[in-house]
């Protein structure tokens, strides 16, 4: 079993930016591609990124190329998402996810784990 938990989400201006961070429990952490998603009221869940068990290898939604950087830290169990140059359309829940088998570009259809979501407000 893991547990994930989300932090670092608020309220911050178009311009700004946000790093999140998501702790994760369990010994095989180090194994599991990561991914952290985004849903918005009214919309469908979608993939922001994904970072494999080595973070060697990374996947983003063209949306927020350029913008958003995933990060891992195996050692602490932790899953980084940096957010830079926010848009008020980036405003979301941000969820973050761990899948057993998979690679950044499956990580959708196998999630095993879903954090419990932290709010991510951008003002124009």
């Known amino acids: 079993q893991v547990q994930l938990v989300e932090s670092g989400g608020g309220l911050v201006q178009a311009g700004g930016s946000l790093r999140l961070s998501c702790a994760a429990s369990g010994r095989t952490f180090s194994s599991y591609t990561m991914g952290w998603f985004r849903q918005a009221p009214g919309k469908e869940r979608e993939l922001v990124a994904a970072i494999s068990w080595s973070g060697g290898i990374t996947n983003y939604a063209n949306s927020v190329k350029g913008r958003f950087t995933i990060s891992r830290d195996n050692a602490k169990n932790t899953v980084y998402l940096q957010m830079s140059s926010l848009k008020p359309e980036d405003t979301a829940v941000y969820y973050c996810?761990?899948?057993?088998?998979?690679?950044?570009?499956?990580?959708?259809?196998?999630?095993?784990?879903w954090g419990q979501g932290t709010q991510v407000t951008v003002s124009s």
């Open positions: 996810a761990a899948a057993e088998r998979g690679g950044v570009y499956s990580i959708r259809t196998l999630i095993n784990y």
